[in-house]
């Protein structure tokens, strides 16, 4: 995937949040290509609003990721309607809802990748699908072996496994088997929830142990700065030099 030429280690890019361009500035200043911003549709009542700032974003050469809102699987339309409005080039959906955006914005010229959001589900192997506004109130969820869930996104035509909430580190072992069958379908794998500056690299580590050549973690409430309620350049800092870390003396 050509966004990982400029990647940390030529494999990792930071997904981030912020509440302002300047931040949003300030984490493209810090790191270029190798961060996206995530703009969220449940914080834009009027998606006209919302696709505007996508566009000032873009006119600063920002890299934004469109989205739901802490995975808010009733807003999954509406992440779409935002991002057929301003084509970012990269829109995280629920499941089921995937290869319908994939297929609208290919219809209308976007080359957006779209990922398809899945929950661990207590055992490593087995995966949820259930991330839709049903699916997801299903009781147990809808597991299925992780290898079907990714042979099932292939199909799909998605490129991308957004796995969430992975609690930080303390779902290793799912993560690990996650990161399995995505490095063997070579796709790029998005960890997402509870990831800090304190345990990002532990978790892009065990997704590149795997074989996983394409990972972008996602790392929102634990930049930001409570004060402000934007991020902080600091906390980004960190958690893009505890990333850099695995990659010293590899000649990435």
Not at 231 to 251: C, P, T, Y
């Given at each position: 995937?050509?966004?990982?030429?400029?990647?940390?280690?030529?494999?990792?890019?930071?997904?981030?949040?912020?509440?302002?361009?300047?931040?949003?500035?300030?984490?493209?200043?810090?790191?270029?290509?190798?961060?996206?911003?995530?703009?969220?549709?449940?914080?834009?009542?009027?998606?006209?609003?919302?696709?505007?700032?996508?566009?000032?974003?873009?006119?600063?050469?920002?890299?934004?990721?469109?989205?739901?809102?802490?995975?808010?699987?009733?807003?999954?339309?509406?992440?779409?309607?935002?991002?057929?409005?301003?084509?970012?080039?990269?829109?995280?959906?629920?499941?089921?809802?995937?290869?319908?955006?994939?297929?609208?914005?290919?219809?209308?010229?976007?080359?957006?990748?779209v990922n398809a959001m899945i929950r661990p589900a207590g055992e490593p192997g087995i995966v949820s699908l259930g991330?839709?506004?049903?699916?997801?109130?299903?009781?147990?969820?809808?597991?299925?072996?992780?290898?079907?869930?990714?042979a099932m996104m292939c199909e799909m035509g998605i490129v991308s496994v957004?796995?969430?909430?992975?609690?930080?580190?303390?779902?290793?072992?799912?993560?690990?088997?996650?990161?399995?069958?995505?490095?063997?379908?070579?796709?790029?794998?998005?960890?997402?929830?509870?990831?800090?500056?304190?345990?990002?690299?532990?978790?892009?580590?065990?997704?590149?142990?795997?074989?996983?050549?394409?990972?972008?973690?996602?790392?929102?409430?634990?930049?930001?700065?409570?004060?402000?309620?934007?991020?902080?350049?600091?906390?980004?800092?960190?958690?893009?030099?505890?990333?850099?870390?695995?990659?010293?003396?590899?000649?990435?």
């Amino acid at each position: 995937m050509e966004w990982f030429e400029h990647a940390i280690g030529g494999s990792v890019i930071l997904n981030v949040q912020t509440s302002s361009l300047g931040a949003s500035l300030a984490a493209h200043q810090l790191l270029g290509r190798a961060v996206f911003v995530g703009v969220m549709a449940r914080d834009y009542p009027n998606l006209a609003d919302g696709a505007a700032y996508i566009g000032r974003l873009h006119e600063a050469g920002i890299q934004v990721s469109a989205g739901l809102g802490d995975g808010s699987p009733d807003e999954w339309e509406r992440a779409l309607q935002l991002a057929l409005a301003a084509r970012p080039p990269h829109l995280n959906q629920i499941f089921s809802a995937a290869a319908l955006s994939q297929f609208a914005l290919r219809r209308e010229g976007a080359h957006t990748v779209v990922n398809a959001m899945i929950r661990p589900a207590g055992e490593p192997g087995i995966v949820s699908l259930g991330t839709g506004p049903l699916s997801g109130r299903m009781a147990g969820g809808v597991r299925v072996p992780a290898d079907a869930a990714i042979a099932m996104m292939c199909e799909m035509g998605i490129v991308s496994v957004k796995l969430f909430p992975i609690e930080g580190d303390l779902r290793l072992d799912e993560v690990r088997a996650v990161a399995r069958a995505v490095a063997a379908a070579d796709m790029m794998l998005e960890p997402t929830g509870g990831i800090t500056p304190d345990n990002v690299a532990r978790v892009v580590d065990a997704c590149l142990a795997e074989g996983v050549r394409c990972v972008m973690p996602h790392l929102y409430g634990s930049l930001k700065d409570p004060s402000t309620n934007d991020l902080d350049i600091a906390r980004l800092e960190r958690a893009a030099r505890e990333v850099e870390r695995l990659f010293a003396g590899s000649g990435a």
